[in-house]
């Protein structure tokens, strides 16, 4: 079974500060990398999704940041905002269709 | 189109009970999967769909628990009988092709 591997499990950041989350995935053959993005008592919901040819994609605040060779990948948050304060999960996708998720990681944005 | 709909929003039944979780997937997609969240062992895959065919169940812990697709609108988990330690939240998720998935808004389940 593969694995992907997320850290940190937990931030804390203030308000207007950098969020860094990484993930590293294990072999895999498919053509996107996605974030998602769980606030609480609701499902997680697609934030951001990179392709492995490119090395980061940008989208408003958030960029991902994408290594191939090292088999690594990455969400910055800029300027971060209370509102952005939620679990985040990065996704590696395996055979058949199925998405392998990390662990997440629990971000808490103070004002 | 309403997203996926799952159904019961939560769930709290008494150890042993049968418990059946539903899930209509968005119109037109052709995968749909079960996940189960849990704090200590975050998001799991239990078992997934293509064309209502169950494609893998590796991930469903034990025969206690079983899934259905009878056709393309509908889906169902049951867990019989149901146990303390399958207090979690059950998400369905569905996706069109080897894409995007789109997440429901879970069923919380208790089981006491």
């Known amino acids: 079974q593969q694995q992907v591997k997320q850290s940190p499990q937990s931030l804390i950041v203030q308000k207007g500060g950098i969020s860094i989350i990484n993930c590293a995935y294990e072999n895999t053959a498919f053509d996107y990398f996605p974030w998602y993005q769980q606030f609480p008592g609701k499902g997680p919901a697609l934030l951001i999704a990179?392709?492995?040819?490119?090395s980061e994609k940008k989208e408003g605040r958030f960029t991902i940041s994408f290594n191939k060779s090292a088999k690594q990948f990455s969400l910055h948050i800029m300027d971060s905002q209370p509102g952005d304060s939620a679990t985040y999960f990065c996704?590696?996708?395996?055979?058949?269709?199925?998405?392998?998720f990390g662990q997440g990681t629990e971000l808490s944005v103070k004002p | 189109d309403a997203g996926v709909i799952q159904s019961p929003r939560h769930e709290v039944t008494e150890m042993g009970q049968e418990v059946t979780l539903r899930c209509k997937p968005i119109?037109?997609?052709?995968?749909l999967f079960w996940y189960r969240q849990t704090m200590m062992r975050g998001l799991e895959l239990l078992i997934y769909?293509?064309?209502?065919?169950?494609?893998?169940d590796s991930g469903m812990p034990e025969d206690r628990f079983s899934a259905k697709m009878p056709n393309a609108s509908f889906s169902t988990l049951k867990i019989q009988p149901s146990e303390p330690r399958d207090s979690a939240v059950y998400f369905c998720?569905?996706?069109?092709?080897?894409?995007?998935?789109?997440f429901g808004a879970g069923t919380r389940l208790s089981v006491l």
């Open positions: 990179i392709r492995p040819d490119v």
């Open positions: 769909f293509n064309n209502n065919v169950p494609i893998d």
């Open positions: 998720a569905s996706s069109s092709g080897q894409r995007i998935q789109y």
């Open positions: 996704a590696a996708p395996s055979q058949g269709g199925k998405l392998i």
């Open positions: 119109s037109g997609h052709d995968y």
